[in-house]
């Protein structure tokens, strides 16, 4: 896959992260992006130790974003519990 499809795969992945877990983020955009990003990586690593699959295959296929929706709900509580208690003036 190329940089942009990271990028689109990223951002979709973020977004679907946070509406899973909905809550106040002090992050915006570019860090979801970033999230998902990171969050796919993991996502398709964790495929690979734990079951021994490839699940970054491509753009459209499921296990791609399962992979990558997956890896960012974990960074996303990850991001939570370091940056949840500080206050934004």
């Keep these: 896959m190329g940089i942009i ?5 990223g951002l979709l992945a973020g977004l679907i992260a946070k509406a899973l877990m909905p809550g106040r983020d002090p992050g915006g955009i570019i860090i979801t992006t970033l999230i998902g990003i990171a969050g796919g990586l993991l996502g398709g690593w964790l495929g690979k130790v734990l ?3 490839d699940s970054i295959d491509g753009f459209f296929d499921l296990s791609t974003w399962i992979a990558a929706i997956i890896g960012s709900v974990i960074l996303l509580a990850v991001y939570r519990l370091v940056t949840g208690n500080r206050r934004h003036a």
């Design 51 to 53: 079951f021994g699959i």
């Design 5 to 9: 499809a990271w990028i689109i795969i």
